[in-house]
């Protein structure tokens, strides 16, 4: 037997949905006041697209009653509302009357019909009186937070345009004050088109009446670089050290991003200041340039990418990732032409920024021609350039790591031998690109093992005088997984030269964290590293016998003052080549400081 179906509606709960947009979907009671001047200016614009000489405006008023609430009238001499477009646009949530089949939904700010909302979060009451250029009539409209509505016809003379009526809910008065709601003004509607006026009764501003340099007719031939500049520091309060124009046809794009007067961390997401359609999305946008991008912090307007229903970003489509392309072009074509015009401003950016010039030389052949000379490298001689590596080496040497970097500089330093670090983001991917562009160099990659091969080795009656000192150290390094080597190298100074590998290096890790763990991890890792088979780790700790210390040491016959200070010297080397100590190293530097204390006291 077939069963019969019905069907049936959603049911809303206006209250529920009021908490839902006050706690999670707008991130302040703030953004009332935007979504008010959304509207109204979505309603000028729809006025305008009838008579294309209409100039609107908007107004507002603040005042105190004698109760202690605050009263807000929002006013805006738009298209207005019919008595039927009030019941479609102003009881159906979700419905826009942007989307009006007659007019261009991209003209419009408002997307979703539910801005009018947000006043529930501030008051408890919104009454809208408004009539529309097509009627007559005037409507007034009282909403309440329940989901009712009181509607009725109103006798008299009204001009078209829509005024909004609301009065604050007990704590939240601040939302209504004059200096609040100027602020809110300045901070959403500072670029908006057309004028916003703010009186509290006695005394009456326009809040947008001075527009930013950049939105000026051919601003950047006609502002001067000092006002562009200051504009910026009054934005973001930072002197910045330079700006550049941003212009995207996709997304209908335009802004200026302003120059870091210092380092950024490459980490750190770089928030910007972006509008749409002259309205203040959000200062947090992070999404609008590419990630490099991190040296610049950027104003931008957009008239053509879709926001997110909290009108606080963007949504993450393709148009975006156009967008984001383009404008990150815009910041490569500038440094392009610093390159090829302007070396010394190129220079002193490069001197603050070279992490995000070196992210995109890595990804752009052409970057990575004209800027690979300038960029600075850490290296064995010091900070030097590519250009200064590049004309004192035809072999181009680099560790991949910086512990290994940190375990050799000393000892290339002193050899002249020129060693890069590649332990930082981006550097190793650059040294390697470097024959694609100058095929004359070499790269060569070196580990420590690979330098203490090269000291030069001991004669035999060196080495013979010294196996007495070598079968000692071996003994004592024997429980720390390294033997000893003893040879000949600069600087005298160094007594001696911890090198390993990166699988010991990574093992010594791994057995530092089984004694910091508790037994159940430290059981795991012991259980990981016998199914991947990985060895006890074996470091080399090379003597330098050329070293005045290592010389009596290996003259002395006294066993247990070698041993001594061989554990001591072990302890040193790792210590110089900044390795962290296990319990067992830890327990060895102690010991042996306890026994030099105890010499001295004797």
Known sequence: MQQEESNYRFQVNLQGMIELLSGHLYSSPRVYLRELLQNGTDAIRARIQHDPDYEGQISIEVFSS???????????????????????FLAIIGESSKRRAEMRDSDFIGRFGIGLLSCFVVSDEIVLITRSIHSDVAIEWRGKPDGTYLL???????????????????????????????????????????????????????????????LLPDWQHTAA????????????????????????????VSGIAFILPHRASIAAKTQHQVYLKGMLLSEHVENI??????????????????????????????????????????????????????????????AI?????????????????????????????GRLTMEQILELNTEIRFTSSLDEFRQISRVT????????????VFDTELILRLPQFFPQYEIVRINPLDITESFEELTIAELQSALAFLRTADLVLQPFGCKAEIKKYLPLELPALYSTSEEATFMRSVERTQEQTNPLFASILESL????????????????YHNPVIAKLVRSDNTALQGKA?????????????????QQEMRLLNNGLLHLIELGMR
């Not at 562009?228 to 996709?250: A, C, K, M, T, W």
């Open 152 to 214: 009725r016809r109103l006798e008299g003379e009204f001009s078209p345009g829509t005024r909004i009526y609301l009065r604050s809910k007990l704590g939240f008065e601040e939302y209504f004050e004059r200096s609040t709601v100027r602020d809110l003004c300045r901070q959403y509607g500072g670029m908006l088109p057309f004028p916003i006026s703010l009186s509290d009764g006695m005394k009456s501003e326009i809040i947008n009446a001075v527009k930013p340099p950049w």
């Open 413 to 424: 330093a002193a050899q002249s031998m020129c060693v890069i670090n590649g332990g930082y």
């Open 66 to 88: 004698g109760d202690g609430h605050h009263t807000l009238i929002f006013e805006d001499d738009g298209i207005g509302l019919s008595e039927a477009e009030v019941h479609t």
């Open 225 to 252: 670089p000092e006002a562009v500049l200051e504009h910026g520091r009054q934005l973001f309060g930072e002197n910045f050290i330079d700006y550049i124009p941003l212009r995207s046809e996709i997304g209908d």
């Open 289 to 350: 340039l590419p990630d490099w991008a991190f040296f610049v912090k950027c104003m931008i307007n957009t008239n053509d990418l879709m926001p997110t229903a909290s009108r606080e970003e963007f949504y993450e489509d393709a148009k975006l990732a156009q967008v984001r392309e383009s404008l990150g072009n815009c910041l490569r074509d500038y440094l392009v032409y610093l390159a090829e015009h302007d070396l010394p401003r190129l220079h002193k950016l490069i």
């Open 529 to 544: 590293s016998q199914a991947f088979g990985m060895q006890t780790p074996h470091g080399q700790l090379c003597f330098n």
């Open 353 to 381: 920024h070279f992490l995000s010039i070196k992210a995109l030389a890595v990804q752009d052949d052409q970057l990575y021609r004209l800027f690979i000379k300038w960029l600075p490298f850490e290296t064995s001689q």
């Open 566 to 582: 061989v554990e001591m010297i072990y302890v040193q080397a790792l210590l110089m080549g900044h390795h962290p100590l296990n």
